[in-house]
């Protein structure tokens, strides 16, 4: 008889597992079941869905009928999983039961919204869903004030993207700097600069004490004063849902999310849940810098948790997800900021004691016409000399030099063996001749020699 495979939730990572499981098994029944109307569409892309440099419809990449026709996967939208019994293998949605041999969980995370009095006012919004996304779009017509709560990497997509369709903007951010935790000040203070520019206001060191308005929010208050908002969305963070890994006594980690092995099943009670698979953003990770738990609510993150749960799912031949150093990157107006590892606040509450190198260059040969600037740092334990992260600020080509620093990280390379291992490829159009990365190790083997 062909396997039952149930998945809850069709982002990333749910989409990637059913995907996966089809790959792995021809003839096994597999049930997508999720509460959103839009499925495998792309959530990095809602600042410019908004701003209508995408269309809503080029995020969406598949709907139901094209998962059913193409890779014979029921998806079921709409629809709320309310229950799972672990023991009888059964979920339960909208009065119908599934039964399941094998499960994967990939319900995603929620916007974390601060108690704060006033933030169910019309007019308030977070950025999840493409719903979410056209119910901003729509009430910013006619609008023009617009508050972000948080300046991470999502609230400053969102700033750019407000600002480019002429809203006043204004981002209140509790924290010192930009992108916090992920970044450091030095590297985050360009981007505050490049948005300053722009004509984007900052209200820094300012955690939201309110938000007013008789109905529909009419201002935000933060550090004691009241900015006019006519529309507020919250970018402040994501927390694991974990209702369902609760419900099923799943083991939840030190970081709130889901524990699961290299083969993405949960566990229970320390011991693993063969039938239970786990993906996405609840799912907490390992660290590939040091030997820890670390979280990656990335979307490249879910996809390749998807694809091992869902191979796994299905009982493919066994891969496994590796420990993370979760790499980054994000166009902000005119530049791009990425970052790989631990940052200075990240090693801080690791308790790494950290020595930093940084080099700047530009994108292109110094001759070569519209070479932009590009700005390295990297980061080494100050003990071992292995490197632990990495940041970048450019005008262009950010995400090919993190993802090389990035493989050096997770190999465990020290900035010294990273100089005698490295190479890179050179045509004056693309880069200098010796890139900015090695001019930015080379100067940490330098440091860490003092
Ligand atoms: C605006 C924005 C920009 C982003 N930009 C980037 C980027 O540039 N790069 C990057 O790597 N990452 C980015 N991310 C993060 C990335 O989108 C997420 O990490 C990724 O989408 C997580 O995928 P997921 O499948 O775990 O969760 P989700 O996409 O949240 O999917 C969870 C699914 O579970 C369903 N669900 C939840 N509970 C239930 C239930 N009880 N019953 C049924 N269904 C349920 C939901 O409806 C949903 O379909 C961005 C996120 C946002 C919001």
Same mark, same amino acid.
């Given at each position: 008889?062909?396997?039952?495979?149930?998945?809850?939730?069709?982002?990333?990572?749910?989409?990637?597992?059913?995907?996966?499981?089809?790959?792995?098994?021809?003839?096994a029944?597999?049930t997508v079941?999720?509460?959103?109307?839009?499925?495998?569409?792309?959530?990095?892309?809602?600042?410019?869905?908004?701003?209508?440099?995408?269309?809503?419809?080029?995020?969406?990449?598949?709907?139901?009928?094209?998962?059913?026709?193409?890779?014979?996967?029921?998806?079921?939208?709409?629809?709320?999983?309310?229950?799972?019994?672990?023991?009888?293998?059964?979920?339960?949605?909208?009065?119908?039961?599934?039964?399941?041999?094998?499960?994967?969980?990939?319900?995603?995370?929620?916007?974390?919204?601060?108690?704060?009095?006033?933030?169910?006012?019309?007019?308030?919004?977070?950025?999840?869903?493409?719903?979410?996304?056209?119910?901003?779009?729509?009430?910013?017509?006619?609008?023009?004030?617009?508050?972000?709560?948080?300046?991470?990497?999502?609230?400053?997509?969102?700033?750019?993207?407000?600002?480019?369709?002429?809203?006043? *903007?204004?981002?209140?951010?509790?924290? $010192?700097? *930009?992108?916090?935790?992920?970044?450091?000040?030095?590297?985050?203070?360009?981007?505050?600069?490049?948005?300053?520019?722009?004509?984007?206001?900052?209200?820094?060191?300012?955690?939201?004490?309110?938000?007013?308005?008789?109905?529909?929010?009419?201002?935000?208050?933060?550090?004691?004063?009241d900015?006019?908002?006519? *529309?507020?969305?919250?970018?402040?963070?994501?927390?694991?849902?974990?209702?369902?890994?609760?419900?099923?006594?799943?083991?939840?980690?030190?970081?709130?999310?889901?524990?699961?092995?290299p083969?993405?099943?949960?566990y229970?009670?320390?011991?693993?849940?063969?039938?239970?698979?786990?993906?996405?953003?609840?799912?907490?990770?390992?660290?590939?810098?040091?030997?820890?738990?670390?979280?990656?609510?990335?979307?490249?993150?879910?996809?390749?948790?998807?694809?091992?749960?869902?191979?796994?799912?299905?009982?493919?031949?066994?891969?496994?997800?590796?420990?993370?150093?979760?790499?980054?990157?994000?166009?902000?107006?005119?530049?791009?900021?990425a970052?790989?590892?631990?940052?200075?606040?990240?090693?801080?509450?690791y308790?790494?004691?950290?020595?930093?190198?940084?080099?700047?260059?530009?994108t292109?040969?110094?001759?070569?016409?519209?070479?932009?600037?590009?700005?390295?740092?990297?980061?080494?334990?100050r003990?071992s000399?292995?490197?632990i992260?990495?940041?970048?600020?450019?005008?262009?080509d950010?995400?090919?030099?993190?993802?090389?620093?990035?493989?050096?990280?997770?190999?465990?390379?020290?900035?010294?063996?990273f100089?005698? $291992?490295?190479?890179?490829?050179?045509?004056?159009?693309?880069?200098?001749?010796?890139?900015?990365?090695?001019?930015?190790?080379?100067?940490?083997?330098?440091?860490?020699?003092?």
């Amino acid at each position: 008889m062909s396997m039952n495979i149930v998945v809850i939730g069709s982002g990333a990572a749910g989409m990637s597992a059913a995907s996966a499981a089809r790959k792995a098994s021809r003839d096994a029944k597999i049930t997508v079941i999720t509460e959103d109307e839009d499925i495998a569409y792309s959530p990095c892309a809602i600042p410019w869905g908004i701003e209508g440099k995408t269309g809503w419809d080029d995020i969406v990449m598949h709907d139901a009928a094209f998962y059913k026709e193409n890779r014979d996967i029921d998806v079921i939208i709409r629809t709320r999983v309310e229950t799972v019994d672990g023991d009888k293998k059964e979920v339960v949605a909208a009065g119908v039961t599934y039964p399941y041999d094998s499960l994967v969980i990939a319900t995603g995370g929620t916007v974390f919204i601060p108690p704060v009095e006033g933030k169910d006012l019309d007019n308030v919004f977070v950025v999840r869903t493409v719903r979410d996304g056209k119910n901003i779009q729509k009430a910013l017509e006619g609008s023009t004030n617009v508050v972000i709560g948080g300046a991470g990497v999502i609230g400053l997509e969102l700033a750019v993207a407000l600002r480019d369709m002429g809203k006043d *903007v204004t981002i209140i951010e509790m924290m $010192d700097q *930009v992108i916090p935790r992920i970044a450091d000040k030095d590297m985050a203070d360009m981007i505050q600069q490049e948005l300053e520019a722009k004509g984007i206001k900052f209200v820094m060191k300012a955690p939201i004490q309110a938000v007013k308005g008789d109905g529909k929010v009419e201002f935000v208050t933060a550090a004691g004063e009241d900015y006019p908002c006519d *529309v507020m969305i919250f970018a402040t963070g994501v927390r694991a849902n974990l209702d369902i890994p609760k419900m099923l006594g799943l083991d939840i980690g030190q970081l709130n999310a889901v524990i699961a092995a290299p083969t993405m099943n949960a566990y229970r009670r320390g011991r693993l849940v063969p039938d239970i698979f786990v993906a996405g953003d609840l799912v907490q990770c390992q660290s590939a810098v040091m030997p820890g738990a670390t979280m990656s609510q990335l979307g490249s993150t879910a996809v390749k948790e998807g694809l091992v749960a869902g191979n796994n799912a299905a009982k493919g031949e066994k891969k496994e997800f590796g420990p993370v150093a979760s790499p980054w990157v994000s166009m902000i107006g005119d530049l791009q900021i990425a970052g790989t590892g631990m940052s200075l606040g990240l090693a801080s509450w690791y308790g790494i004691d950290v020595v930093c190198g940084k080099a700047e260059g530009l994108t292109r040969a110094r001759y070569y016409p519209g070479g932009k600037r590009l700005v390295v740092k990297v980061l080494a334990d100050r003990t071992s000399h292995r490197l632990i992260g990495a940041q970048i600020v450019a005008g262009e080509d950010a995400t090919g030099r993190i993802n090389w620093l990035t493989s050096a990280i997770i190999d465990g390379k020290t900035a010294e063996t990273f100089m005698v $291992d490295s190479e890179n490829a050179y045509c004056p159009p693309t880069n200098m001749v010796r890139d900015v990365v090695l001019a930015a190790v080379e100067d940490l083997c330098l440091r860490l020699k003092q």
